[in-house]
């Protein structure tokens, strides 16, 4: 039985990499309300997660994409597209903290490097991509004050200043000549990693679910493939 899935696996990769295609650069603009999490470890310390309370606030960011797509049926419009991700993107991390009575919020500006897997037929696509977010900056917001951070500064409040992540998303592209655009939602985890310094024993941890649109425009080395 393996065997035959596997089979069927590569025959069907073997089928996708023979169809007709052609190459595709362009950009996605992103607006996301992020919802942050604190994943905290217990280790005999005094945090505790009803301490805190989460805070929705804006993100977004302006994402370089180059991609192949493979023509799966002109009559459908059908196609199967491979992309590499590189951009800019903020993340926000916003919060009450009951303890010290103060909403606060960290912003990481970074550069983002990934890759995504995007279907399409008849214009309606669906997508999955995912990599990584390397924070190179940010500020810290409180009380109506902005504290800028560089590099330095970052590393003096966190470790491990890169956010994993995955993405999902579902839209509907437009064709026209040589080039393309879409409109899309989609839903983005960043997972655990930026760890929050100065609270050991226990460990915290910043994570976020990302729920959010975006807009895109292509241009499509092919005139039209329908």
Known sequence: MKKTIILLFLFSISNLFAAPGFFSLGYVITLAGSLPEYKIE????????SDYQTQSYFEGGIILQTAYNFIVSSRTQSAITLG?????HRDAFSFIDYNIKKKYANLFDSILVGGYLESTIYGFMLGVGGGVKIALGGNYRYDNIIELLNYSRLKDRFDDLYIPYIKFVIGYKFYKYYSSSSLSFYFNYDFPNVKVKGIAPDVQKLAAIDLGVQISGHFNFIEDYY
Request: without cysteine; glycine residues 24%.
């Open 42 to 49: 217990k280790n005999g310390g005094s945090l505790n997660k």
């Open 84 to 88: 590499v991700d590189f951009g800019y």
